[in-house]
């Protein structure tokens, strides 16, 4: 029996391949040992039938910190994360200020994070036009990997790249080894859809949003994408997929072998164009939400591996700037605020189309760990760093946006009824929440690629 410093037993330890009776020993922080019960050592704590898992890894997530705190924060959107048991999240290089495009602007972002972390935080680096001659130092100072848009981003500090210039840019990320992660819609299209719509419809109305986002803007961005990983070897990263219509596409590039991973989020697996409301800003995100058949797809994906990963995309903004007064949805901030809610959302889905906890866990734990290329997270092995929780997959309960941590209680969720509570998270070894209560602060930290 190796010396451990906590050790948790349960009926259901979960990893990615599946679950089994056990143990979990854990010393100075790490996984030590995952045992059969038969072997728990006597001072393991029973938790019955609770099951223990990796804590899940959002590696798509907007903090906004430093500069529009008054979106979100570090102390409100780690605070979220450790409730709902997700113990790693990767911050996304913009809506923050400045953008995390320089060294300077990591140095100003890891200050913003001091004393203000409840779980670990990682960064990705991103690339507008200019910024190419600072990848590499960018790189070494430990980003994750290079976020590219190839749209209009939604701030005007954050340039985006037409898909005729990503192979220049892949060129660039290429030989170091991390993926270029990407909002991927082509620009010519949505210009060419935002042209079509009746500039006398509703700006009120989900469908004019949705009309002006068509799925074939995805399609070509995608396409072009492939061509560029194809021509230069560079990793790829497409994010937040919506458009089902992509997936073929991506599924032949991988069957290739090229070197490309996919992310849907909780609000194209959970929500449906059919059923948002007229005015329902806080349903607006980009690329849209599609219909229902769209959905029933991308989860076939999930079941088939073309997508890798479900992430947040939490990309709240001020309750003025979301437009919940006059509901013009054309004009509100295009990002949906719901990151507590990702492991609920999924796993009530997921039990009701007769998917498991390792499923969840591939998709919400070792997933994004792998995208982002955190090593030693998301999974519940030896080796790997203790970030564990203790979840109930049977508890019930009905989503109150104003009980949310995040800086803002919005949420297209309210109301509605979720099933799967996570009961402690446990942050390298250290118990940091209980039934919703944080029990140590502060335990977060920021993480560099090349230690984590
Ligand atoms: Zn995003």
Redesign the pocket.
Known sequence: MPDHDLALRSTRIVTPEGERPGAVLVADGQIVEVVHPGDAPLDAEDLGDLAIMAGFVDS?V?INDPGRTHWEGFETATHAAAVAGITTLVD?PLNCLPPTISTEALSAKLAATDGRLHVDVAFWGGIVPGSEPGIEELHRAGVMGFKVFTCDSGVPEYGSFAPEQLPGVLARTAPLGVPLIV?AEDPTTLAAAARLVDPRADPRAYGTWLASRPPEAEDRAVAALIDGVRTTGARVHV??LSAASALPLLATARAEGLPITVETCPNYLTLAAEAIADGATDHKCAPPIRDRANQDRLWRALADGTIDAVVS?H?PSSAEDKHLEDGDIMAAWG?ISSMQLGPALIWTTAQRRGFGLAELSRWMAAGPARVAGLRHKGHLAPGMEADLVVFDPEAGWSVDAAALHHRHPISPYHGRAVTGAVRRTYLRGTCIMRDGELLETATGRPRRRDEV
């Open positions: 798509h907007h996304m909002h994010l937040h995309d990309s990002g």
